[in-house]
């Protein structure tokens, strides 16, 4: 994968501007999180919903990292286009795989939090990975289904859209 070397100026700035400030909300949010517990301030309703996935300044953060991404321009790679078929499929099976990975192996082996420097770039990767496999297993497994049942000419008929 490349970025595209003709990228303008304005294209880059763009891209920087917006990556900086989606990551720099997530910096802060966190860094305001975790300086009032270790500071002994009651950890409060509205600092906690700061970090909600649906708080608006987490939604602007996420918007911001989308759209300063969405400024990229990349050759298209082999790699990628094999993945990105699955994206969905990853998307649906990543919580799942999160939330069994976290109770089996994580909080077991490295407490509540474990040593962040480790724990998240490795489990960032494993779910992924998992997820991945995952994916690649449940495509093979509807197409036999499909070849075999007929699933999707079926479902098509019955909602009148064949």
Not at 35 to 42: L, Q, V
Not at 60 to 78: D, M
Not at 125 to 151: N, Q, T
Request: aromatic share 12%; hydrophobic share 50%; proline share 2%.
């Amino acid at each position: 994968m490349r970025v595209k070397s003709d990228m303008s100026k304005n294209g880059a700035m763009h891209f920087a501007q917006y990556i900086l400030l989606g990551g720099g909300l997530e910096i802060a949010i966190g860094y305001a999180i975790g300086w009032r517990e270790a500071a002994g301030i009651s950890f409060s309703d509205t600092m906690h919903n700061l970090s909600e996935p649906l708080s608006p300044l987490i939604m602007l953060a996420s918007c911001a990292i989308f759209y300063g991404f969405g400024t990229l321009h990349v050759h298209k790679s082999q790699l990628i286009d094999r993945i990105s078929r699955y994206s969905f499929s990853i998307f649906l099976f990543h919580a799942l795989v999160w939330d069994l990975l976290s109770l089996v192996i994580v909080r077991p082996r490295f407490g509540h939090c474990g040593d962040a420097l480790y724990v998240i770039p490795l489990s960032v990767v494993a779910v992924f990975m998992i997820s991945l496999l995952l994916s690649i297993v449940w495509e093979k497994f509807w197409r036999w289904l499909d070849e075999k049942y007929d699933i999707t000419n079926t479902s098509l008929k019955l909602l009148h859209l064949a």
